[in-house]
């Protein structure tokens, strides 16, 4: 067995809808309209870091405090309401962060929603439409909470925001990625480049740099995209799978 026949049988083997249960995944599967989807996920894995099970405790009460409705609180939300967020904490990610990312996305869903602004246009790459999410954001958040929306532009890995971009374009067929996205190919998409992904990369040889920036994550999906140009990111369920279950690295 090759190495690429190695991956494709641990993708198999990890995406599947079992993985969804201990993943912050699970957050917008708990919705069926398209707005909602896309602000649960976009919320879920802005604090994916840490411990598992502590995000999805973070991210139940994320959206409780949401009402359950994500787009329609996000969009009739009072200042009384905005002010109430302000107690949601979970490690870094508190005080003003959540009430300012409401605002920011506010905005964005009068201004034609996520994927309007995220969908590479003419001559881009995932990566524009990446850093344009945050340039719209910017002036809805407090600078604390800038951290907190990596800055590809400059060079951040994304890890976060290539997770959600996953989770939007892939398709649904194995019922853990959505596919509700048409704008943006899944053969475009970069990987999420965490620590698990990215040691497990360098154990097996197919990320040599040591950084876990921008230039890391084009080195290694150039690798992956060698082994299946339509849907490189497959693999990030192998590579994460392999690290956190398997250790491997």
Known sequence: MDFKEFLDEKTILYQTSAFIDDDPISIPHRFSRKEDIEIAGMLASTIAWGNRKAILKSCDIMMDMLDNDPYNYIMDATEDDLAMLEKF?????????????????????????????????????????????????????????????????????????????????????????????????????????????????????????????????????????????EDPVRYDFALFGLGIFEHFA
């Open 89 to 229: 904490v979970y490690r870094t990610f508190q005080k003003e962060d959540l009430s300012g990312m409401v605002r920011g996305l506010r905005h964005i869903y009068k201004n034609g929603g996520l994927e309007t602004l995220m969908t590479p246009k003419e001559g881009e790459t995932v990566r524009e439409g990446i850093a344009r999410y945050r340039e719209m954001m910017l002036p809805h958040i407090e600078q604390r909470t800038y951290k907190h929306i990596a800055d590809v532009a400059s060079g951040a890995a994304g890890k976060r925001l290539n997770m959600f971009l996953r989770w939007m374009v892939r398709p649904s067929d194995e019922g853990v990625d959505f596919g509700i996205w048409k704008g943006i190919k899944p053969s475009d998409l970069m990987l999420p480049l965490d620590v698990h992904t990215a040691n497990t990369s360098r154990a097996f040889g197919i990320l040599k740099r040591k950084q876990n920036d921008w230039k890391a994550v084009e080195e290694v999906t150039s690798v992956l995209r060698s082994y299946c140009p």
